[in-house]
């Protein structure tokens, strides 16, 4: 692999398939307890899975959302006869008739589950058999009249909604079901919170209890959640990107570092046509064609001039191996530069084994724009980590371009994929997906204009001109200098007394039985689409770092950061989830002992 990158200097449902967790017995006669629960809803299993077709297709159809024509909303069929009291078995000697109107839509049974139609028997038994262990679970809740047993209740559900075989937490949950459904399909994944942004899938089922809807208005309580400090309104922001029409036209200034537009005179070349990015690679299977072939050959030459210390056999090798792909700078019909790597899907990385541009084209922003072009090459095919072995003098490109010794792939996955090179450091990249790297570079100069505009704009509303001061003209020597009109008097004139308070209230919020799911950072494994979703994440670990490093200077971005973490929790979880009822309490207790320490008026 690469002992240089070449680059030379200046370059987480219930459980379908078994029983319920055991409900905690109250004591009783046997049967009544934990035991007898599971043998219980075991039984009504067996009797409902060798129930006629159609009778499983009635279950189903009171958690199946109407599929009639004309946007029915109804979300579960409802008998238009209910019997008065719930019956004591399954197995029931009524007929089942798909053609009986739902009480609520008026549209048949049928309407409600031809999403079932082609589903096979043994698909059908692990949803009905989802559906009684959710019902089971609801059933002894809401019996329990104890808090604490119910709490036992609660975690128990929670365990398993959160075991690995849950259904609820495919990728195609999470990418979104009808508010109050669950769609039915198995999954490996444990979010960390359940996500509202939702849309239709194929085969689902009404989940126990409703929840809001994303179109309905948000609760008088939440509508008066308090804005977080800092934050500006996406209106106004609009506003401002309005007025910046071309990105590419904005001028430099001091503001600006110069590694944002390292590729700018690359980019600026692609759009002209004065260059060209091409991935290529040698083929066994198909006909040579002439021009790829001289490209590689081309690419051995730059390697093989930039790369001295490697010997050329190898170069070549590697170049024309058909396992190895590479992307070429071309030039005016000749190859000026290339980067060499090896895709390892399997394994969830790619190996970059070498990287050149020629020497009299390495002060253009080539090396930077192929990498970026790299990055986006592999974030179409899904791979998200970069492996390469650097010398000495490739680390600090490496470093330009995102990479460092904090390797993110673990080392099982890549020992025996790749070689070791002596003298070489081992260093990695991790991509993400959200990045389109080619443009970053004018992404964050407009960023930065954005920025400057908005300081320009609060500045004009916030600029006062105040008389001069004509007390020393009447002999004073000395005045205060928080006496001078325009000047604030400081929140806490010891910032180690500032830091003390902050460090005990930060204490007592992190210590507080409601500050578990706060701790750290949510997790991308834990909670996909959490970060497309929440756009400034916080965490108590953060500001944990934060405060150490005397990030907070005033009391007012302390308490930003910790009304982002609540306000975040609150805009990604549902009202009725443990998450958000802990984000209230908690906020509760953090604006107390803020108030205890006099930082806020009480």
């Avoid at 078994?18 to 934990?34: D, F, I, K, N, Q």
């Avoid at 109107?101 to 139609?117: A, F, K, Y």
């Avoid at 030459?301 to 070429?328: A, C, G, W």
């Amino acid at each position: 692999m690469a002992d240089s990158a070449g680059i030379q200097q200046g370059s987480p449902a219930i459980g379908a398939s078994g029983l319920v967790p055991a409900a905690p017995g109250a004591g009783g006669t046997e049967g009544s307890g934990a035991a007898g629960g599971s043998a219980r809803i075991a039984v009504k299993k067996a009797q409902l899975r060798s129930s006629p077709r159609p009778k499983k297709l009635e279950k189903l159809g009171v958690y199946s959302s109407c599929k009639a024509e004309g946007a029915c909303k109804c979300n579960g069929w409802k008998s238009q006869n209910p019997p008065p009291t719930p019956p004591r078995t399954d197995q029931q000697s009524s007929t089942v008739n798909l053609q009986e109107p739902c009480r609520s839509c008026s549209h048949t049974l049928g309407d409600h589950v031809t999403h079932l139609e082609n589903v096979s028997e043994e698909e059908m038994n692990r949803l009905l058999g989802i559906v009684l262990d959710v019902e089971y679970l609801y059933t002894c809740v809401h019996k329990e009249e104890d808090a604490d047993t119910k709490q036992v209740y609660f975690s128990l559900f929670k365990e398993e909604v959160y075991s690995h075989s849950s259904p609820i937490w495919s990728h195609d949950f999470l990418a979104g079901a009808p508010a109050g459904q669950i769609p039915i399909h198995t999954g490996n994944t444990h979010p960390h919170s359940l996500n509202r942004n939702t849309h239709p899938q194929r085969h689902t089922l009404q989940a126990v209890g409703e929840k809001r809807k994303p179109s309905e208005p948000l609760p008088y309580e939440e509508n008066k959640r308090p804005r977080v400090v800092g934050d500006i309104p996406m209106e106004l922001i609009n506003e401002v990107m309005a007025t910046i029409t071309d990105p590419a036209a904005i001028p430099e200034t001091s503001l600006l570092s110069a590694h944002s537009a390292r590729d700018e005179a690359a980019r600026l070349e692609e759009r002209r046509g004065v260059i060209e990015f091409h991935v290529i690679g040698n083929s066994l299977n198909q006909k040579p064609n002439k021009r790829i072939l001289m490209w590689l050959v081309g690419l051995q030459n730059v390697f093989s001039h930039q790369l001295p210390r490697m010997p050329k056999e190898y170069i070549t090798r590697l170049v024309f191996d058909p396992k190895h792909k590479t992307l070429s700078l071309i030039k005016d019909g000749r190859v000026i530069g290339g980067i060499c790597f090896r895709m390892f899907p399997s394994q969830g990385f790619t190996e970059i084994v070498f990287c050149a541009v020629t020497s009299n084209e390495q002060v253009k922003g080539y090396g930077t724009h192929l990498m970026n072009h790299l990055k986006e090459y592999h974030i179409k095919h899904e791979i998200l980590n970069f492996l390469t072995y650097a010398d000495e003098y490739a680390i600090g490109y490496f470093k330009k371009q995102g990479f460092s010794k904090d390797i993110k792939v673990p080392k099982a996955k890549y020992v025996g994929y790749i070689k070791d090179y002596e003298g070489a450091t081992l260093m990695g990249c991790e991509l993400n997906p959200s990045i389109p790297y080619t443009e970053f570079s004018v992404i964050i100069k407009k960023q930065k204009e954005i920025i400057k505009k908005l300081i320009e704009r609060k500045q004009a509303q916030i600029r006062k001109v105040y008389p001069g001061l004509s007390c020393f003209k009447e002999g004073v020597r000395q005045i205060p200098i928080e006496s001078i009109p325009g000047i604030r008097r400081k929140e806490m004139k010891d910032p180690d007394q500032l830091y003390s308070t902050l460090k005990t209230i930060l204490q007592h919020v992190k210590s507080h039985p409601n500050g578990w799911p706060f701790m750290e950072p949510v997790k991308k494994t834990e909670a996909p689409g959490y970060y497309q979703v929440i756009r400034f994440p916080m965490d108590l670990k953060t500001m944990s770092e934060r405060l150490k490093s005397r990030y907070y200077t005033t009391r007012k971005l302390f308490m930003a950061d910790m009304q982002r973490i609540f306000t975040n929790c609150r805009e990604y979880n549902p009202p009725e989830s443990e998450y958000y009822k802990c984000a209230n309490l908690l906020e509760k207790f953090f604006y107390t002992k803020i108030k205890e320490a006099g930082l806020i008026e009480k």
